[in-house]
């Protein structure tokens, strides 16, 4: 399908705050029994008991986090040339596992991490993950100190977050923003996408860093911005720290990542689909509502099928074009995000139950997963 943004996609590496009651009497000065606000009231209370100063915050993730340097052999014509690069990482636990992006290290001839006191190791890369843009490498140290992977499911659209990392090779610098959206996709070229979008500014040099919510917990790494200059423009996107903490324990284990595969491509119901609806097939949409009822959806959340490989367990189940895939293995499917999610962490072999939308029918089949087949770069 066709890209969502017409700007830069730039991969970020280099070739006390307080909110008491005070606001919790400001929203209920607002209108009371709208749904919406009442949730963000919820919200807001589940998270303002434990929040932690700027400073304090700052202070703590300093702890963990790297400077990466890199160096790579580029070949042009005749000529060969070394070229040296800079990211970041953080430390996940004492025995010297760090985390970075795996565009960082891509195509590395040499590796070396600078920890928070200056001492420069090289490190073993355990493994990368080019699907997730993740990758995991391996220090001899002592007296490391680790992040603590928050729940980055939990985060709030609006909640305040900071990003720690080394752009353009400057050392531990903090800057700070908000959440601007989570679920963001259709901005990058990984297979899994469905990232934390902040305005939180980074650049080039502070992919692999941390996203850190108030209360010192990592719910993101730090992985691209959207940029028409190439700098910092305000839209940054993370990596949700939940899909990071599976496939840091794999690649702990074997050095690479088995994910479940179905052969069908998803999309969300929105403006872009009904462009491609147009383009690419014969039937005419005005609008994503056009489309639900030409297609008689009705008001059913879930992902559209756009395409089915043939000979894939999806094929075989009996999925096809236009589908709405509404549930997947007994839960229902809020996003394209939530499914390939679900999907990827579905064991190669497993039978599940799939519910689907077609013609206004809801239908059901039985799919096998398969292995997905490995993510090259």
Avoid at 288 to 315: C, N, Q, T
Wanted: glycine fraction near 12%.
């Amino acid at each position: 399908m066709p890209a969502t943004f017409r700007v830069t996609l730039v991969l970020v590496f280099v070739a006390g705050l307080g909110l008491g009651a005070s606001l919790f009497k400001i929203f209920a000065q607002q209108r009371p029994g709208d749904a919406a606000r009442e949730q963000a009231f919820a919200d807001l209370a589940k998270i303002e008991g434990s929040l932690k100063s700027f400073p304090a915050v700052a202070a703590l993730a300093s702890e963990s986090v790297v400077s990466i340097k890199t160096e790579r052999t580029v070949e042009g014509g005749f000529l060969r040339r070394r070229e040296d690069a800079r990211g970041s990482g953080f430390i996940v636990d004492e025995s010297g596992y760090i985390v970075t992006n795996d565009h960082v290290i891509a195509d590395a001839t040499r590796i070396r991490v600078v920890l928070p006191g200056g001492e420069e190791l090289e490190p073993k890369l355990v493994g990368s993950d080019p699907a997730t843009d993740l990758a995991l490498l391996k220090v001899e140290a002592a007296g490391l100190r680790p992040a603590k992977l928050g729940d980055s499911d939990a985060v709030v659209v609006g909640e305040w977050v900071m990003a720690v990392g080394s752009p353009y090779g400057l050392s531990n610098t903090v800057t700070a923003g908000i959440v601007s959206a989570k679920g963001r996709s259709g901005v990058s070229q990984i297979a899994y996408e469905g990232y934390i979008q902040t305005d939180a500014a980074v650049n080039p040099g502070n992919s692999g860093g941390p996203l850190v919510n108030l209360r010192g917990e990592v719910i993101g790494i730090t992985s691209a911005i959207l940029s028409k200059s190439g700098g910092y423009d305000g839209i940054s996107f993370a990596i949700p720290a939940n899909r990071a903490k599976d496939v840091i324990e794999q690649l702990k284990k074997s050095g690479a990542v088995v994910r479940g595969y179905v052969g069908a491509k998803f999309a969300d119901l929105n403006d872009e689909l009904v462009r491609w609806v147009n383009e690419a097939t014969t039937v005419r949409v005005a609008d994503v509502a056009d489309l639900r009822k030409k297609l008689r959806y009705g008001d059913a959340s879930g992902a559209f099928v756009y395409e089915v490989i043939e000979g894939g367990p999806a094929h075989r189940a009996g999925l096809r074009l236009g589908d709405l895939v509404t549930e997947f293995s007994g839960a229902a499917v809020a996003s394209v995000p939530d499914l390939k999610e679900r999907i990827a962490r579905t064991a190669p072999g497993e039978d599940v139950e799939v519910k689907f939308l077609r013609g206004g029918a809801m239908l059901s089949a039985t799919l096998r997963v398969a292995r997905r087949p490995t993510v090259s770069r």
